[in-house]
């Protein structure tokens, strides 16, 4: 396999100052990218987190009717049951 690799060291710097200004130009596009796209997932993450607090007070307030019209029908039904009893 040694036969392959050349013991020679290669250089990591590029010389071309073309290559390096276009390195330069696509890492701040891409540090760009990240930064917008970190702001937007936290912009709909705060949306989210209102929508659902604003359905859970609003589920709360559903379950407090719901609540309140089952005591009104036992109560209702208690009357029937009691004038049905009182007629006979």
Same mark, same amino acid.
């Given at each position: 396999?040694?036969?392959?690799?050349?013991?020679?060291?290669?250089?990591?710097?590029?010389?071309?100052?073309?290559?390096?200004?276009?390195?330069?130009?696509?890492? $701040?596009?891409?540090?760009?990218? =990240?930064?917008?796209? %970190? +702001?937007?997932? *936290?912009?709909? &993450?705060?949306?989210?987190?209102?929508?659902?607090?604003?359905?859970?007070?609003?589920?709360? $307030?559903?379950?407090?009717?719901? =609540?309140?019209?089952? %005591? +009104?029908?036992? *109560?209702?039904? &208690?009357?029937?049951?009691?004038?049905?009893?009182?007629?006979?």
């Amino acid at each position: 396999m040694n036969q392959y690799i050349d013991n020679t060291k290669v250089k990591n710097q590029v010389n071309d100052p073309d290559v390096t200004k276009e390195y330069e130009n696509q890492k $701040k596009y891409l540090e760009s990218a =990240v930064y917008s796209l %970190k +702001k937007r997932v *936290e912009q709909e &993450a705060a949306i989210h987190n209102k929508e659902h607090k604003s359905i859970m007070f609003e589920n709360e $307030k559903l379950i407090a009717a719901i =609540v309140d019209m089952r %005591k +009104k029908v036992r *109560e209702i039904a &208690a009357k029937v049951k009691s004038n049905k009893s009182n007629n006979k």
